[in-house]
């Protein structure tokens, strides 16, 4: 079966992004999308968790995953932070500020754009709800969410495979809804019977350390570097694992 990766991921707040329709504007008129790069693509797909808000670089988690990836990927997305780089794609679909229903708003036409065509092993990351949990957002709503971006990419083409997270723990009082939130989401991901969707569990991977609110976060809510690298390793391994 061909397998494609989707990268989605959702936390974060306030800096504002260039706009979807000017982006990809931009890049039809470049001819990125048109290129011919057949390796497979991944789109990271949140909120300013995967933006890389907290990172001094302002890669995010997206450095530190290309280095750890074992085949070369396509990084995609409407967005460019930093905006340019002679090492790492800078390429990504994270969005601050956003909760899941706006994520999901803008999924259709990220995937007609940059999932016209899908190469063999593409991934979408998607990392998602802290902007929710913040909101008191009911748990429901936000599983539902994410059930039906799962759905929109599985109906665009479903060999996409879809890596989703268990979020991030926050250093503030909205923890214990995080932890509700990924309880009623992993038993959801586990009940929805689609052979290509993973579930990565970033939450445990910053709580095997002790001291994680020290050592991985920048803010109550951001990763710093050390904690982006985490977040990397732990979706290389998910999608080294498949590939």
């Known amino acids: 079966m061909k397998k494609i990766t989707l990268c989605i991921i959702i936390a974060g707040l306030f800096l504002s992004n260039i706009s979807l329709g000017v982006q990809l504007s931009g890049i039809a008129v470049s001819g990125i999308i048109a290129s011919g790069d057949s390796r497979p693509k991944i789109l990271c797909l949140g909120d300013s968790i995967t933006r890389g808000i907290g990172d001094a670089e302002d890669f995010g988690y997206r450095d530190h995953l290309q280095t750890n990836l074992n085949v070369s990927h396509n990084i995609v997305g409407p967005y460019f932070d930093p905006h340019s780089d002679s090492t790492y794609e800078v390429d990504h679909a994270g969005k ?72 991030i723990p926050t250093n503030n009082t909205n923890n214990t809804n995080t932890t509700i939130y990924n309880a009623a989401l992993n038993i959801a991901l586990l009940d929805y019977h689609k052979d290509n969707l993973y579930i990565v569990d970033m939450n445990t991977a910053f709580k095997n350390n002790d001291d994680w609110i020290v050592d991985y976060l920048n803010d109550t809510i951001h990763p710093n570097d050390a904690g982006y690298a985490v977040m990397a390793q732990t979706w290389a391994t998910a999608i080294n694992a498949n590939n």
Do not use: C
């Not at 999924?107 to 998607?126: D, G, M």
């Not at 008191?136 to 495979?161: E, R």
């Open 96 to 167: 601050s500020g956003e909760t899941t229903a706006q994520i999901e708003a803008r999924t259709p036409a990220l995937l007609n754009v940059f999932f016209a065509h899908v190469p063999y092993n593409s991934a979408i990351l998607l990392h998602a709800g802290s902007n929710d949990v913040a909101s008191s957002v009911p748990t429901n709503d936000i599983v539902n969410n994410i059930i039906d971006i799962v759905d929109l990419i599985n109906t665009h083409d479903a060999s996409i495979a879809v890596y989703v997270a268990l979020i």
